[in-house]
């Protein structure tokens, strides 16, 4: 496989994990964080440091938009719910320092 290739395929993974949570709205940020480290916050952040890599600027709010598909306070308002004691117990467990 070429590196083009492999960049391709990278490239159309990261679009097919990015609409899967978009299209998942009842999986909650605190839910990602406590089952596998990140979340869509995450996601947009490792977009802006990878943009940053190239040269190219891209602030906090449009990184979100990039990942939500939405600006991120619409999405907040639609989707985004309380988090629950448990949520919030598992979080501080597995990030202690976080």
């Excluded at 869509?40 to 890599?53: D, F, G, V």
């Excluded at 990039?66 to 991120?72: L, S």
């Excluded at 004691?85 to 598992?90: T, V, Y």
Aim: glycine share 4%; with cysteine; hydrophobic share 35%.
């Amino acid at each position: 496989m070429t590196d083009q290739e492999t960049l391709e395929l990278e490239a159309a993974t990261y679009r097919r994990l990015r609409d899967h949570l978009r299209n998942r709205t009842d999986v909650q940020n605190i839910d990602l964080m406590n089952l596998s480290g990140f979340c869509r916050n995450c996601l947009s952040n490792w977009y802006m440091e990878a943009a940053a890599e190239k040269g190219k600027e891209i602030d906090k709010a449009a990184a979100r938009e990039i990942v939500y598909g939405m600006p991120f306070s619409d999405w907040k308002s639609k989707y985004q719910t309380e988090a629950t004691d448990e949520q919030k117990a598992a979080f501080a467990k597995s990030h202690p320092n976080h």
